[in-house]
């Protein structure tokens, strides 16, 4: 017996044609809430600003003086690092209270409240 060889029919040449790829979108399904949207919350103004307590206070205590102070008794007064305080006077900002960084004639670094913003 002799093997035949299976042969394929040869296939005609396909032109190549511009083609434009088609994509679906993706189908997304969006939950509605019944609930309605909560408004958000009134910028206080300097006037009507609650008092932090605990440290705080010690940073508004030690800022409200008339010469300021430095970053470096504030953390001597509170034990934090000087990173956190910063951190903690840009929250302050954000309640309103208008807190100011300077540098003196003599040099000195010294953050204060600032009454033009106030």
């Known amino acids: 017996m002799t093997r035949r060889a299976h042969t394929t029919p040869a296939q005609p040449k396909i032109e190549q044609q511009n083609t434009v790829a088609v994509t679906r979108k993706a189908q997304v399904k969006v939950k509605t809430s019944s609930r309605p949207k909560p408004e958000p919350a009134p910028i206080p103004s300097p006037t009507t600003l609650k008092a932090p307590s605990g440290k705080l206070s010690i940073l508004l205590d030690h800022v409200g003086q008339p010469v ?12 934090w690092q000087r990173h956190t305080i910063r951190a903690a006077f840009s929250r302050l900002r954000q309640r309103g209270f208008p807190i100011a960084f300077a540098i003196d004639p003599d040099g000195r670094k010294a953050y204060r409240l600032d009454p033009k913003e106030g």
């Open 68 to 79: 300021g102070t430095t970053i470096d008794e504030l953390a001597d007064a509170t034990g």
